[in-house]
């Protein structure tokens, strides 16, 4: 009964949704209060039953009732409780529901928290978050019912894919969707301004913390899934430029340019234009990342579906919202007024030209990951576009950015100084390109560029230093006061600073890694040895092991330095009895910011095993820099700017009429 009760509640959502899509937009437009107040109990309404929903599937996972479709083809009696949670979203169904999940916390968030709204705009953003609600529960409730009943139910589920059964899957796709879906609220405040034809500072100011905080989440997101599929599918790479990652890459880079339009327009009341198109591009990414993975046009461990009419429906949601927005877009640009000029030389140059690039690299990206796609769908044939073609034309457009993003926050609003710019600077530039030369050397060398490669590292991560540096005056003033100034500065400086650093000490990892790497395959029996990034690894023998539904076969391996065993580790190739499907198990020794990482391949005739060696030196820069890109954000949107948005106009009036009453007193 509790099955069809949380059918029954997905069936209740729709009607609310439908409620709150509607009458708010009516009475936005009629200047109705008592319509525009509907759609914040709606969206608490609708989040509430779509809570409710989301935790029967959960139960039925947790019980295993295989009574329920989903559960029985993606669940097992002898999973792990993380799983058996984590199970909900490792399929078609149960990704929906989740993404459904997010995206009505996402309205009923601005519903608490956008109370400093004027009316009639947080009406109109509620009816279109409600929009995208109610395509998505149609798309649910007709094509991808979760709570399916099998009559008879089998004695046992068929297990979740053995690849997903890891904690990436418990923490990798909430916050990729936190991510995605969270761009839905700028998209809705893009297009709830256009409807109301009224685009300036203020909507800037509430837009931004929400794109922040969608922005950390994805970046957060990204990191995890890297990470997930670089320990997880023993290949032992990081980034393959396949088009999943693609589909949440490109999001991310639109995401990165809507957040500095953002700040240009709240500032200078500037490209307004250009932050409301990349709201709507942005969020529509998003909506093409799931249409990608979604609709099984992919092949891929993260593709669930392979109904075409899915892809169908989702396509069509796609172009209602896409078109529908852009064509708003189109029908209002003309009208909008430019706003405040600049030169080309200053701070807003600096984030359009950082824009630019972002924008064109995305577009890039794009290219790259559809081209395949389309020319399969019009003349059959079948081509790869893979890492030769994004290293080089993504590298070549990123470059510039990695020298202008230290520039940007030391010049002025309007006008700035790029030859004072150049004189903060030249000190960081040069002891980037030294530290660049030293790391290369120590490293006994590699392409020569590489030196270039590790010097932008560290002169993105210096610059980030030296604008905290002179807004505070050091070596122009005492350190006591330089001190207090430095402890002044508003918390959006400090995560400006964060995030530039954070993205230098990426970079910094993806060139030492593709640099200094090495890589050993050679086939060992007990008692051999080989030697790798100035370790020996000794290969002791295999081991016979069995999980609580797997069986698996382990090498037990020690590392020695100096002829000292200095750690021990471990791979495996697992076998997952109920879907008779193995997996490897990688075996990863971390050493500061370096790792050695050994995976098993084949057993050979005569006892011995192929085994995979590297030397992976620098490379968790790669995703430590993500999470300071993201402690950034966070620390931003710890900033009481960014969380005060600018006084309702029911605020404004009720502070008039209390100096009304006071002054007389007086």
């Known amino acids: 009964m509790i099955i069809e009760l949380g059918h029954y509640a997905l069936v209740l959502a729709l009607a609310t949704a439908i409620i709150v899509s509607i009458v708010p937009a009516l009475g936005a437009r009629r200047l109705d209060q008592s319509m525009m107040d509907v759609a914040i109990p709606g969206s608490f309404a609708m989040f509430g ?19 329920v479709a989903n559960v029985w083809e993606n669940s097992h009696s002898l999973v792990p409780v993380i799983f058996k949670v984590s199970g909900v979203w490792s ?60 009559n008879p139910a089998p004695a046992e589920g068929k297990d979740i894919n053995p690849v997903l059964q890891d904690i990436g899957l418990a923490i990798h796709p909430p916050l990729l969707y936190l991510g995605y879906v969270g761009f839905s609220v700028c998209f809705s405040f893009a297009v709830a301004a256009l409807m109301e034809g009224r685009i300036d500072a203020a909507w800037a100011r509430w837009v931004r913390p929400w794109t922040l905080a969608a922005w950390t989440f994805l970046t957060l997101g990204i990191a995890m899934g890297s990470y997930w599929a670089y320990y997880e599918l023993g290949w032992g790479g990081w980034w393959f430029w396949d088009p999943v990652e693609n589909a949440s890459f490109m999001p ?17 009341d500037s490209l307004k234009i250009w932050t409301v198109l990349l ?19 992919l092949t891929s461990v993260h593709a669930f579906a392979s109904d075409p009419t899915r892809g169908v429906f989702i396509l069509c949601i796609l172009l209602i919202f896409i078109g529908g927005a852009l064509s708003l877009f189109a029908f209002r640009a003309p009208v909008l007024t430019s706003g405040g000029l600049f030169a080309p030389i200053s701070r807003e140059g600096a984030l359009v030209l950082n824009n630019l690039i972002l ?4 577009g890039t990206v794009l290219t790259g990951t559809l081209y395949p796609l389309a020319l399969e769908t019009l003349n059959g044939d079948k081509i790869s576009v893979g890492p030769p073609f994004f290293n080089l034309t993504f590298g070549l457009l990123m470059t510039p950015l990695l020298v202008a993003v230290p520039f940007g926050p030391l010049l002025a609003w309007k006008r700035g100084d790029l030859l004072g710019a150049m004189q903060r600077l030249y000190v960081a530039a040069i002891l980037a390109f030294i530290a660049g030369l030293v790391l290369f050397y120590v490293k006994h060398g590699g392409p020569v560029l590489a030196i270039l490669g590790l010097a932008a590292g560290f002169f993105l991560i210096f610059g980030a230093v030296a604008d905290l540096w002179f807004r505070a005056g050091v070596g122009k003033v005492s350190l006591d006061v330089a001190w207090r100034r430095l402890s002044g500065l508003p918390r959006s400086a400090f995560g400006t600073a964060l995030a530039h650093a954070g ?24 008692g051999g040895t080989a030697e790798l990034g100035g370790y020996t690894l000794r290969f002791d023998g295999m081991q016979a092991g069995v999980g609580p539904n797997f069986t698996e076969d382990r090498g037990h391996f020690t590392v020695i330095r100096g002829g000292v065993a200095v750690a021990e580790v471990s791979s495996a190739k697992r076998l997952f009895t109920a879907r008779r499907e193995a997996t490897t198990e990688a075996g990863i020794l ?15 005739r005569d006892g011995g095993m192929v085994v995979r060696i590297w030397w992976k030196p620098f490379i968790i820069c790669i995703w430590g820099g993500a999470i300071i890109m993201a402690l950034g954000g966070i620390v931003s949107l710890s900033d009481r700017r960014l969380r005060v948005g600018a006084p309702s106009r029911r605020t404004r009036a009720a502070k008039a009429a209390v100096v009304h009453v006071v002054e007389p007193a007086e």
């Open 359 to 362: 924008t064109v690299a995305c």
């Open 252 to 268: 991310w880079l639109a995401g990165t340019a809507l957040l500095h339009s953002a700040l240009v327009m709240e500032k200078r």
């Open 279 to 297: 709201a709507i591009l942005t969020f529509s990414l998003s909506l093409l990342g799931t249409f990608l993975v979604r609709s099984g046009v």
């Open 49 to 67: 039953l779509v809570v409710f929903s989301f935790g029967v599937l959960t139960y039925a996972y947790l019980v295993s009732d295989f009574s």
């Open 91 to 150: 399929n078609h169904e149960g990704s929906m529901m989740l993404w459904l999940l997010i995206l009505s916390l996402f309205s009923a968030l601005v519903a608490l928290f956008g109370r400093n709204l004027p009316d009639t705009l947080r009406a109109n953003v509620l009816s279109v978050q409600a929009w995208i609600s109610v395509a998505f529960l149609v798309f649910i409730l007709l094509t991808s019912n979760p709570f399916l009943r099998l």
């Open 590 to 604: 971390t050493f500061g910011v370096n790792q050695l990482y050994v995976s098993l391949g084949d057993a050979s």
């Open 503 to 526: 993205f230098g000490v990426t970079v910094l990892g993806i060139v030492a890694v593709s640099t200094f790497q090495t890589e050993n395959i050679t086939e060992m029996k007990p």
